[in-house]
């Protein structure tokens, strides 16, 4: 278990400080360029890929066993620690409370957000999968 968490914990900071990075040049170039929603929606599927190729890096790097509960856990703590970094970042820099922060969950952008966090929370597992679908890969 040790080696999920501490995957686990490198797997946030990284997905985390790209996103941060990407989250920025959102805002500051594509958002005024497409709006809200189409900025959200073209840099999920880099944020996503970011976390896909990351996650692999990893998971080979600690090795987590190819075991679920394993993926589980390393995906789970990555996502916890998202969350609450997203949600302090909120509060701390745009000034907005806790309620806000879910509220704007709630609108279309927010929601698409959402479930890439969610995705992003399950690529441990998904990588799990594939591999024991496609051994040879």
């Not at 692999?56 to 679920?68: C, G």
């Not at 806790?98 to 959402?114: D, I, K, R, S, W």
Request: net charge positive.
């Amino acid at each position: 278990m040790p080696s999920a968490i501490k995957a686990g914990v490198l797997y946030f900071a990284i997905v985390f400080a790209a996103g941060f990075l990407l989250g920025t040049l959102r805002v500051l170039i594509l958002l005024p360029l497409t709006g809200e929603l189409a900025a959200v929606t073209l840099e999920l599927p880099v944020v996503l890929a970011i976390s896909w190729l990351a996650c692999r890096q990893l998971i080979s790097r600690f090795s987590v066993p190819a075991m679920a509960p394993q993926r589980l856990v390393m995906g789970a703590l990555a996502f916890g620690l998202l969350m609450l970094a997203e949600c302090s970042l909120s509060v701390l820099v745009s000034n907005q409370s806790v309620a806000e922060y879910f509220t704007n969950l709630q609108a279309t952008p927010g929601l698409l957000g959402f479930a890439g966090q969610i995705a992003f929370a399950f690529i441990p597992l998904l990588l799990l999968l594939r591999l024991q679908r496609w051994p040879s890969t």
